[in-house]
């Protein structure tokens, strides 16, 4: 590589790594995601965006005009094959505090679930209870998720043409019990930035396939949809996800969200002059005193 084509890929990464520390910025402002003497634990899986958002949060946390903590934990689910030296050594390495988790959950999903069939529905769920429970147990305040813009795009279709409901991942989630607070300071981000930044940073990505089960089609026809449209229209996937910013209840059909049952008629007074000049009748077979007064019913 010469000195020219060295100076262009140092330029796109600063820009690259720039553009990922703007977005998680925001992300964490808009949302009000990390406040004052905040105890944030960063979900380490090891793979890509889990150290993406690791490495940015110890960034951010540098900058920030206020003080939080990051503590690292990572789940060790048992899986077969897993190199639990990784992200110790990794975290070591930072030098910055950390726990791993053991939680022997590979042999009861193994057991609960038939062969051939998904385990990551009750994978998750046993993941999640044990990380809220640990986060309790260290005084963590908030739970960092490595979810990215990507994602969160793919589960709001994933839920419309399989789950019929328009539901997607929140940036910021109080649980059920509202005992924990969990989120995804990479809601901003794309998929394709984070890898390229972890290409960049090498940083010790293990395998997210050692558990032996069945990709999720589902998603991945998802993904492959998204990546179609990416290629076709770019900025579809983000005008996608804004408008899950910018939701119109009334413009939908769910009756808990808008009440459309009692929708009144309201001709009293001025009406603000519409858009357009009224139309003129041409020719009409109904009397002008058929015509029926609502004003005062």
Known sequence: MNQTDTRKESLEYNKLQKRLR????????DYNMI????????????????????????NLKKVAPIHFDVVAV???????????????DYFERLNIPYYIVDKDTYSVVKEKIPEGKTTCGLCSRLRR???????????????????HLDDIVETLFLNIFHGARMKAMPPKLRSDDGRNVVIRPLTYCREKDLIAYAEHKAFPIIPCNLCGSQE??????????????DKKE???????????????????????LFDFVNLPLEREGEREEYAFTEATVSSSNIDKALYIDVTNL
């Open 35 to 58: 406040e004052e003497n905040d105890v944030v634990m960063a979900c380490m899986s090891g793979g890509k965006d889990s150290f993406a958002m690791l490495d940015i949060l110890l």
């Open 22 to 29: 703007r977005n998680v910025g925001n992300a964490i402002i």
């Open 74 to 88: 990572n789940l060790d689910q048992k899986q077969p094959g897993f190199p639990e030296h990784i992200l110790p």
């Open 129 to 147: 209870g044990t990380l809220y429970s640990f986060a309790e147990r260290i005084g963590a305040t908030k739970i960092a998720l490595g979810h």
């Open 216 to 229: 999720n089609l589902q998603r991945q026809a998802i993904k492959a949809m998204l990546s179609e449209w």
């Open 234 to 256: 770019p900025g579809r996937v983000e005008s996608v996800f804004k408008s899950i910013q910018n939701v119109s209840p009334s413009q939908l059909a769910d009756r808990n």
